[in-house]
């Protein structure tokens, strides 16, 4: 049963392919040897009881002759011969069929067929001639040499209707062809209808997703041009091909700058007399570094301030620790490049409001990201 099974799927995958030609019509003629695998549920002898297993599997020969049509269809008659030993001796084996190839899609020189047929087994055994019809079917390739010459290969199942067995055979030949008509027309007709490239970029228009392609441009599978960057610039136009990931870019591919400083006024409030930064105000600090990210050209100075509450030279420290905090969390935390960050105290030295009210105080203590621009252009 299990090689019906392989047999069984091995054409089915076939039928998935659809057929076309790819030979020349005329007559064939197929020497082949191969290799007999008996089932070993079959008997020698039919109204024997024996050992089940005394069929040797073993070598055999054949010759067929047949005719190859403008059409995916092979007609061809086949004889083989071979023998065998049992436990009762050597056994004389024969088989002759009509078989029928059908041949798959090929754009190469390997051509893919299944292939079905009937005939008969004659098998000379110690007791006298017995004989069993049999129907035939499997899979095969064969590889053209040439137009006149191929190397032909199957694997088919052999299932005799009399005994219910089912053997394998692996055939392995030569197909000469003669006598035949030219190439059928099937592939002219494949040509004629190929599909266009208008934009001559190497993609056929049926699947170009940039139809547009400028001449000269390297496309990929769908006919798009590269953009290494993933800056939404392509190669070609791109002038600054190395931006980093979720920069901020121009038609040209180049970061787009900021034109004057600015400041970010960070809406943290941190505990008395304390440089901890409480866990809810870090989506404050991560706002100024998706800010830098799309502005790959800036740095930012952080600054700390205070209100007048305390020693001048206390609050100058404090004010240095709670910008040293948020500069750290900017490069470690969120991954701003440490050359791109610093930090500085103003202590209570920068009111922007009345210390002698708590209003005042709240809006004094503060801090400041100051970004600013270094450089017009990425370098080039």
Not at 76 to 104: C, K, P
């Given at each position: 049963m299990s090689k019906k099974i392989v047999l069984a799927a091995c054409i089915t995958g076939l039928f998935q392919v659809p057929a076309v030609l790819a030979e020349n019509s005329g007559f064939v003629l197929t020497p082949s040897v191969g290799y007999y695998d008996f089932d070993s549920d079959r008997a020698a002898l039919a109204d024997t009881a024996v050992d089940p297993d005394n069929y040797d599997d073993d070598s055999f020969y054949s010759l067929g002759l047949g005719y190859r049509f403008d059409s995916p269809w092979q007609v061809e008659a086949v004889y083989l011969d071979g023998d065998t030993n049992t436990d009762l001796g050597d056994i004389d084996f024969s088989q002759w069929r009509v078989d029928g190839l059908y041949?798959?899609?090929?754009?190469?020189?390997i051509i893919p067929y299944w292939l079905v047929g009937a005939g008969e087994n004659k098998f000379d055994e110690t007791?006298?001639?017995?004989e069993e019809t049999i129907v035939n079917y499997g899979v095969g390739f064969k590889y053209t040499i040439n137009d006149l010459l191929a190397v032909r290969a199957d694997l088919r199942g052999i299932t005799s209707l009399d005994e219910e067995d089912t053997d394998v055979a692996l055939t392995v030949g030569l197909q000469f062809l003669f006598g035949g008509g030219g190439s059928a027309p099937v592939r002219e007709v494949?040509?004629?209808v190929t599909v266009g490239d208008s934009d001559n970029d190497g993609i056929n228009d049926d699947v170009d997703n940039c139809p547009n392609t400028p001449a000269g441009v390297e496309v990929d599978s769908m006919g798009c041009a590269f953009d290494d960057d993933n800056d939404g610039v392509t190669?070609?136009?791109d002038n600054c091909p190395d931006s980093d990931a979720g920069a901020k870019v121009d038609s040209e591919g180049c970061y787009i700058t900021l034109q004057e400083s600015r400041e970010i006024e960070l809406q943290i409030n941190f505990p008395?007399?304390?440089s901890i930064i409480p866990a809810?105000?870090?989506?404050?600090i991560k706002a100024v570094a998706d800010f830098m990210t799309q502005y790959p050209n800036t740095d930012v100075v952080i600054e700390g301030h205070t209100d007048s509450r305390g020693s001048e030279a206390y609050n100058q420290q404090l004010s240095d620790k709670r910008a040293g905090k948020v500069a750290d969390a900017l490069v470690d935390t969120y991954g701003v490049d440490s050359s791109r960050v610093s930090s500085e105290g103003h202590g209570e030295s920068r009111p922007i409001a009345n210390n002698d009210t708590?209003?005042?105080r709240d809006a004094n203590r503060r801090v400041v990201a100051v970004i600013a621009t270094t450089v017009e252009r990425r370098a080039q």
């Amino acid at each position: 049963m299990s090689k019906k099974i392989v047999l069984a799927a091995c054409i089915t995958g076939l039928f998935q392919v659809p057929a076309v030609l790819a030979e020349n019509s005329g007559f064939v003629l197929t020497p082949s040897v191969g290799y007999y695998d008996f089932d070993s549920d079959r008997a020698a002898l039919a109204d024997t009881a024996v050992d089940p297993d005394n069929y040797d599997d073993d070598s055999f020969y054949s010759l067929g002759l047949g005719y190859r049509f403008d059409s995916p269809w092979q007609v061809e008659a086949v004889y083989l011969d071979g023998d065998t030993n049992t436990d009762l001796g050597d056994i004389d084996f024969s088989q002759w069929r009509v078989d029928g190839l059908y041949h798959m899609k090929s754009d190469g020189d390997i051509i893919p067929y299944w292939l079905v047929g009937a005939g008969e087994n004659k098998f000379d055994e110690t007791t006298g001639t017995r004989e069993e019809t049999i129907v035939n079917y499997g899979v095969g390739f064969k590889y053209t040499i040439n137009d006149l010459l191929a190397v032909r290969a199957d694997l088919r199942g052999i299932t005799s209707l009399d005994e219910e067995d089912t053997d394998v055979a692996l055939t392995v030949g030569l197909q000469f062809l003669f006598g035949g008509g030219g190439s059928a027309p099937v592939r002219e007709v494949a040509a004629a209808v190929t599909v266009g490239d208008s934009d001559n970029d190497g993609i056929n228009d049926d699947v170009d997703n940039c139809p547009n392609t400028p001449a000269g441009v390297e496309v990929d599978s769908m006919g798009c041009a590269f953009d290494d960057d993933n800056d939404g610039v392509t190669n070609h136009r791109d002038n600054c091909p190395d931006s980093d990931a979720g920069a901020k870019v121009d038609s040209e591919g180049c970061y787009i700058t900021l034109q004057e400083s600015r400041e970010i006024e960070l809406q943290i409030n941190f505990p008395n007399n304390s440089s901890i930064i409480p866990a809810s105000f870090y989506n404050e600090i991560k706002a100024v570094a998706d800010f830098m990210t799309q502005y790959p050209n800036t740095d930012v100075v952080i600054e700390g301030h205070t209100d007048s509450r305390g020693s001048e030279a206390y609050n100058q420290q404090l004010s240095d620790k709670r910008a040293g905090k948020v500069a750290d969390a900017l490069v470690d935390t969120y991954g701003v490049d440490s050359s791109r960050v610093s930090s500085e105290g103003h202590g209570e030295s920068r009111p922007i409001a009345n210390n002698d009210t708590a209003e005042g105080r709240d809006a004094n203590r503060r801090v400041v990201a100051v970004i600013a621009t270094t450089v017009e252009r990425r370098a080039q």
